[in-house]
């Protein structure tokens, strides 16, 4: 068999570790020239495939793709761009596997959540049955760890080691200024539907600091809540609270949602945060503070964990290792084998069962009163995020690469998206 | 003369590495013991100096102290609290003294900001006149680094670190996006007067990330401000704007002061990220996201600047040494001997001089455009954020040390402030 291309696309969001995937996909595939002769990334991700926008990565040096395991970002732009179904769209699906033929691509790796590895899956049915088959492996990512089957996904635990230390770090500023100032700090996280990030917040009480996390999956009960915060400042001086972007209330409204309007009458965007300080601040006159660390939580390279680093890479090489044994259909995980000492090894899900899945914190993670984690979550939660795994610095900051990106010499005709 | 103790407090808001020159106080005191016999640290502050509520810090470990140095915040509690003039309250400050007289305590260290440079300054003015002798060394310490004499302020160099950091991790993450979703990322920052944190921002154009910012010290126009970002968007497909929490419009009025009104009509107290946010999505379309760092950046120990760590240190021990030397009434700084490569050495000035004046960025270190940073302003700010001093780490999470704080025993009648 002579050797064949790959092809390499990043989806969705971005985050500290899925170049360090891409880096597992690249660094495996040149050692195996003789199956793999190139590995093409899609410029923006799939978009790239479909207009047949490919990145020539031989053209990038070891140096530079070896930097790719510290860098964050997608390093070959990612899209937020989800195939429909074959019959709304097939014509997007003969599209991709014309390119795949003109660019003789025999692997096809996508690195993404829940929405690609279902465009992934499809991809694997669809490719022999037009006539032109391609091995579709899902490489694992999302900040959300909401996929099944893997013990947990790329990219979550770094955001949730960089968010219990933001909010160590913080709480310890709220405590030595309680005493004349901010009684309330409220910290906004990523997670519309699944309260994993909000979760790791829940790791600072071990040190001592009072927490309280609002999850997407617990409807909110405001006068609980503001019950709760009084208690805990009257007993602590002060208190910390984790808000997670999807916690909303009993009648599905977010948090977020305030129908809030500037001083023109506009709707005004708020976040979760501001709207959770205010109602303390209205309810219990504390002084508060409150933060919302959007994109620096699922870019914060600076401060990965050693373990996500590590899985990251690991199923971006076995994602090849697969493909090369002749895998289809098929998603590397993370399968824990024990939690103390953490041990883990890679093992492999068919995408059948994975895509359009959705892995919520299950209620037994979750306090009985709905604002805190169990010792089975913390259990969990505490290996992810362990070891640290910092970037080279210079003049001050992380030194992180921007690869060329030089574009493959385009086949066909131009395709409208 | 035998050895009288030593007073030492936090004041106002505390940093990465205000414990850092705590950390030089009391190793240096406890090198002299025959001169100081022990530190007396002020719980929350001024205040605990005022209420008599002193720590004695005899009872902490070496390694503990030691441990203060990779510490973030204030580990005997800050306060916000100005002394009054002396014709307004001299009640205050004869009760400083009177608390002073009966725990013989012969130096007064004041670790804060341009507030605190002044009570300060007023303490060693007064003590000789109310008969009870008093070295007052002030340690310089604020984010803000609008201290003047001194070069810049320990827990400016960690700050600035941390931010230019974040939003190049995060511009980063934008720019892979920015084909099908964000275009435009605001990143709020604190400085509510001088624009050296937000200037710190702007050191990520050498990244190549387009970048604006908006100092507070530049009145803020907004047709200009959008017409910018379109054109940079439209040039390389994204932008960042970092926004200083100060930044005003020409009439003075702060960008977060929208007067906003949230559902149920009371006043919502927003941030500017959000309004700038909004503003770019009205006038333009494009999408957007926004983080308000808050406290997040001023705690963030685990990014801090080596050289600030050092810095602060060694304001500590000049401090205790300047005491120890006879001085009064004074403040240790840091003196650029050159930016490249980058030295320095302990200066000293006198309090007389540093009370009472806020030093702002000087218009030749931004752009004439009012966007952007200068080559000389990035010359002064790259040695501030230069060498990592990474804290250690357990279980995933910084160590980081809480103090026993016990209380010295109280000899005189409650004081009510």
């Known amino acids: 068999m002579s050797a064949k291309n790959a092809f390499y696309a990043q989806s969705g969001g971005v985050t500290a570790v899925i170049n360090a995937s891409a880096c597992g ?42 930097a790719l395991r510290y860098t964050p970002s997608g390093a070959f732009g990612s899209c937020r761009y989800k195939l429909k179904s074959l019959e709304a769209n097939r014509r997007e699906y003969e599209r991709l596997i014309e390119v795949f033929k003109a660019h003789d691509i025999g692997y096809f790796f996508y690195n993404g959540g829940g929405d690609s590895a279902d465009t992934c899956y499809k991809v694997s049915q669809l490719s022999e049955a037009l006539g032109y088959p391609v091995q579709a492996i899902h490489v694992p990512k999302t900040v959300d760890n909401d996929l099944p089957i893997t013990d947990n996904c790329p990219g979550f635990g770094s955001v949730a080691k960089y968010i219990a230390t933001s909010a160590l770090e913080a709480s310890f500023d709220v405590r030595s200024m309680s005493k004349t100032s901010t009684k309330v700090f409220v910290l906004e ?171 919520f914190m299950p209620r037994d993670f979750i306090t009985e009163d709905g604002f805190g984690i169990t010792p089975i979550c913390k259990e969990y939660l505490i290996p992810l995020i362990q070891g640290e795994d910092y970037p080279p610095f210079e003049h001050g900051l992380p030194k992180y690469v921007t690869l060329k990106n030089v574009a493959v010499e385009c086949k066909l005709k131009p395709f409208t998206i």
């Open 25 to 66: 996909v690249i660094e495996t595939a040149r050692r195996h020239k003789d199956q793999i002769a190139n590995v093409y990334a899609g410029r923006n991700g799939i978009i790239g495939a479909l207009t047949e926008d490919l990145i020539d990565t031989s053209q990038e040096s070891d140096a530079d793709i070896a």
């Open 189 to 359: 996280v990523m997670g519309r539907h699944a309260g994993w990030i909000a979760a790791a917040g829940g790791l600072i009480e071990d040190h001592d600091i009072p927490v309280m996390i609002l999850f997407p999956e617990i409807d909110f009960d405001q006068a609980r809540f503001l019950a709760t915060v009084k208690e805990k400042v009257e007993r602590f001086d002060f208190c910390t609270v984790i808000v997670s972007e999807g916690a909303k209330y009993p009648d599905g409204r977010f948090l977020a949602e305030q129908g809030t309007r500037d001083a023109f009458g506009h709707a005004q965007l708020g976040g979760a945060a501001p709207v959770v300080a205010n109602m303390v601040k209205d309810a219990t006159g504390y002084k508060f503070h409150w933060a919302v660390a959007d994109y620096l939580q699922r870019a914060a390279r600076h401060l990965a964990s050693k373990t996500d680093v590590e899985q990251a890479y690991a199923m971006g090489r076995a994602g090849v290792e697969f493909a090369l044994a002749g895998h289809n259909a098929v998603m590397p995980t993370v399968k824990r084998l024990s939690s103390n000492p953490y041990a883990w090894e890679v093992g492999e899900a068919p995408l059948s069962e994975v895509a359009n899945v959705e892995k």
